[in-house]
C-alpha cells in the first residue's frame, strides 16, 4: 500500500495541470480522507439501517481491520455520535512485536507527517519510515488514516491488533461455518472477534466489517492450508485455472 500511494503522489506532483489521481484509502492531503469517508460510509449507513430492521437497536461493537482505514472509517463514521457502540479497529500484529514484524501504528507509532498528511506513523528517531509486514498486503502499512488517528486520541476509537498465525484460523472459521471466504485483511477483524465475543453477554450485538473476499488471497491461503485436503485441491485448481488465462 505505501508503494501504490507513493507512486500516485508523486505522478499527481509531476502532472497536477492535467492530472487528477483517485486514492481508494483515507490518506493522503485534505480533501481525500474527508472523500473517501463520505463514499465509504454508505457501509455504516446500510449496517445501522439493517440493524435497527432486524434487532430494533444499535450494536454495541463495530469491528474493522485498520490499514490505510478507508474500510474502517466508513464503517465507523455513522456511529461515531452514538457513544453506546464500541468502535474497534484491528491492525497486524504480524509475526511478532521487533520492528518489521507488524504493522501495529498503536501502541508503537507517533506523529509525522508524510505523504502530505498528518497522522500516526510507524517511524525511526529519524522520521525514516520503518520497515512493517503483514500476511495482508492492504495492511501492510506504517501510516493511518488521519481521522481515525484523531479519533483515536480522542477515545472514541480503540484499537487491537491480530496476528497472522491467527487470522488463518479465522479464515478457515468463517469458511467452514458460514461459506464465506474473506479477505485477509477482514479476517484480522474476524480474529479479534472470536477472542471479544467470549467475554460478552449472549445477546450483545457485534458487527464485523467484511471488506474484501478473498479470492485475491487464494495462493497465499493455499499455501497456509497446504496440508489440508480441501486447500490443496483449491490450489491446483487455481493453479490449473491461471496456466489457461
Given at each position: 500500500?505505501?508503494?501504490?500511494?507513493?507512486?500516485?503522489?508523486?505522478?499527481?506532483?509531476?502532472?497536477?495541470?492535467?492530472?487528477?489521481?483517485l486514492?481508494g484509502?483515507?490518506?493522503?492531503?485534505?480533501?481525500?480522507p474527508?472523500?473517501?469517508?463520505?463514499f465509504?460510509?454508505?457501509?455504516?449507513?446500510?449496517?445501522?439501517?439493517?440493524?435497527?430492521?432486524?434487532?430494533?437497536?444499535?450494536?454495541?461493537?463495530?469491528?474493522?481491520?485498520?490499514?490505510?482505514?478507508?474500510?474502517?472509517?466508513?464503517?465507523?463514521?455513522?456511529?461515531?455520535p452514538?457513544?453506546?457502540?464500541?468502535?474497534v479497529?484491528?491492525?497486524?500484529?504480524?509475526?511478532g512485536?521487533?520492528?518489521?514484524?507488524?504493522a501495529q501504528?498503536?501502541?508503537?507509532?507517533?506523529?509525522?507527517?508524510?505523504?502530505?498528511y498528518?497522522?500516526?506513523?510507524?517511524?525511526?528517531?529519524?522520521?525514516?519510515?520503518?520497515?512493517?509486514?503483514s500476511?495482508s498486503?492492504g495492511?501492510?502499512?506504517?501510516?493511518?488514516g488521519?481521522?481515525?488517528?484523531?479519533?483515536?486520541?480522542?477515545g472514541?476509537?480503540?484499537?487491537?491488533?491480530?496476528?497472522?498465525?491467527?487470522?488463518i484460523?479465522?479464515?478457515?472459521?468463517?469458511?467452514?461455518?458460514?461459506?464465506?471466504?474473506?479477505?485477509?485483511?477482514?479476517?484480522?477483524?474476524?480474529a479479534?472477534?472470536?477472542?471479544?465475543?467470549?467475554?460478552?453477554?449472549?445477546?450483545?450485538?457485534?458487527?464485523?466489517?467484511?471488506?474484501?473476499?478473498?479470492?485475491?488471497d487464494?495462493?497465499?491461503?493455499?499455501?497456509?492450508?497446504?496440508?489440508?485436503?480441501?486447500?490443496?485441491?483449491?490450489?491446483?485448481?487455481?493453479?490449473?485455472?491461471?496456466?489457461?488465462?
Open positions: 500500500l505505501k508503494d501504490a500511494v507513493n507512486a500516485a503522489l508523486k505522478d499527481y506532483i509531476a502532472s497536477s495541470a492535467d492530472t487528477h489521481y486514492l484509502s483515507a490518506l493522503g492531503p485534505h480533501p481525500y474527508t472523500m473517501v469517508r463520505d465509504q460510509s454508505v457501509v455504516g449507513q446500510e449496517i445501522m439501517t439493517q440493524l435497527r430492521q432486524a434487532e430494533g437497536r444499535l450494536p454495541g461493537y463495530v469491528v474493522a481491520c485498520v490499514g490505510g482505514g478507508s474500510n474502517a472509517i466508513g464503517a465507523f463514521g455513522p456511529f461515531v452514538h457513544e453506546s457502540v464500541q468502535l479497529g484491528v491492525e497486524a500484529g504480524g509475526k512485536s521487533g520492528t518489521g514484524e507488524h501504528r498503536f501502541p508503537y507509532g507517533r506523529t509525522g507527517i508524510v505523504e502530505g498528518k497522522s500516526v506513523f510507524l517511524q525511526d528517531d529519524d522520521g525514516q519510515l520503518s520497515p512493517t509486514h500476511i498486503a495492511l501492510d502499512y506504517p501510516g493511518i488521519p481521522e481515525l488517528a484523531w479519533l483515536h486520541e480522542q472514541r476509537i480503540s484499537f487491537a491488533c491480530a496476528r497472522d498465525d491467527a487470522v484460523e479465522a479464515v478457515d472459521l468463517l469458511a467452514r461455518t458460514e461459506g464465506i471466504l474473506p479477505a485477509l485483511e477482514s479476517a484480522h477483524a474476524v479479534h472477534v472470536v477472542e471479544l465475543a467470549p467475554r460478552l453477554d449472549r445477546d450483545e450485538v457485534v458487527v464485523i466489517n467484511i471488506s474484501g473476499r478473498g479470492d485475491k487464494l495462493f497465499i491461503l493455499a499455501d497456509a492450508f497446504a496440508d489440508q485436503e480441501f486447500y490443496a485441491f483449491l490450489r491446483t485448481e487455481v493453479e490449473h485455472h491461471g496456466q489457461q488465462d
